[in-house]
């Protein structure tokens, strides 16, 4: 005789409840916070917050912000106008940065930087952001002469290089922007190559220094005292560096950026006024037009709400 079962009415049929899927949180916003940073550092070297660059490779160090100010001398000439020519390649730091040339002089000549970068305990560093001004100083009625500044993916002369056949009024014709002396700042930003990316030692001269990002600002005729120009520059930048082996310390490697420097210097709409003129403000624009771009890079996702920067101290 075979049972029957009964089928029990009160209990019910089992039913496969579907997993909920943990959802990874977009990492968008984040990335948009960090490339902010990144173009806001470059575009003001002097009062941003530091950060690290999006470099390739797991190279990782301290960040220091180092200023350098220096008059622009002449013991050669005393005349009442001077000429100057003074480039500025942060990758050489100490040992190649500066190269100038002076009213009077037969041929170019390094400037020697004298800061933390040559203390002895720095063993390598690299340029994350930089800028150099030229200041005019005394009376305005006795502003004469012409500034011209340029940006160069790469040095222009070499110390070593001679004069001959290169006039201040060439070198001028070749500047990106020409102003009377003290009509308006005189600054120019500074942008990384690739070059720049690599750390060297700020105290030797290497031949892949001629190929970072250079900045110029020459001097034509303007206002002097005793062949002295009534004024100063000053060049300010940001480095990662790390420590030499006898100051027992040294860097955490860290997770690379998700984003390349040529990724985020593309976000810039205007690269002259990045350059010459109110650098925040064509980072504003581009980063909130980077923005409604956030379904098609993970470069975005907020807007950049960047204020604008009021002008240098030029009297």
């Not at 200023?67 to 000439?77: D, I």
Request: charged residues 15%; contains cysteine.
């Amino acid at each position: 005789m075979v049972k029957s079962t009964k089928r029990n009415k009160n209990k019910q049929p089992r039913v496969n409840k579907p997993k909920t899927a943990v959802k990874s949180i977009p990492r968008t916003m984040g990335n948009s916070q960090v490339l902010q940073s990144y173009l806001q550092m470059l575009a003001d070297p002097c009062g941003s917050a530091m950060v690290h660059a999006p470099y390739n490779g797991t190279d990782s160090g301290y960040l220091i912000r180092t200023r350098c100010t220096f008059k622009a001398t002449n013991t050669v000439t005393t005349t009442s106008t001077a000429d100057y020519f003074l480039q500025w390649t942060p990758a050489g730091a100490a040992a190649n940065g500066f190269i100038q040339q002076r009213n009077g002089d037969s041929t170019f000549s390094t400037y020697a930087q004298s800061d933390f970068l040559t203390s002895g305990v720095v063993a390598k560093a690299r340029p994350l952001a930089s800028c150099l001004k030229w200041v005019p100083t005394g009376p305005v009625t006795n502003r004469q002469g012409v500034v011209g500044m340029a940006y160069l993916t790469g040095q222009q002369v070499t110390a070593t290089q001679s004069a001959t056949g290169v006039s201040y009024a060439d070198m001028l014709n070749g500047c990106n922007v020409l102003a009377s002396n003290g009509s308006s700042p005189h600054e120019v930003k500074w942008l990384p190559t690739i070059s720049d990316q690599s750390f060297t030692n700020p105290n030797v001269s290497i031949a892949t220094e001629v190929s970072g990002g250079t900045v110029i600002i020459v001097l034509l005729g303007v206002d002097a005292t005793n062949g002295i120009a009534n004024g100063y520059f000053e060049a300010t930048t940001i480095y990662e560096w790390t420590p030499a082996v006898d100051q027992g310390a040294a860097p955490s490697v860290r997770r690379p950026i998700p984003f390349t420097t040529q990724d985020a210097i593309s976000q810039i709409r205007d690269v002259g006024s990045f350059l010459f003129g109110d650098s925040m403000a064509a980072l504003g624009s581009a980063a909130k037009r980077a923005a409604g771009n956030m379904v098609t890079t993970m470069l975005t996702g907020a807007t950049y709400m960047a204020g604008r920067r009021g002008g240098l101290l030029s009297l």
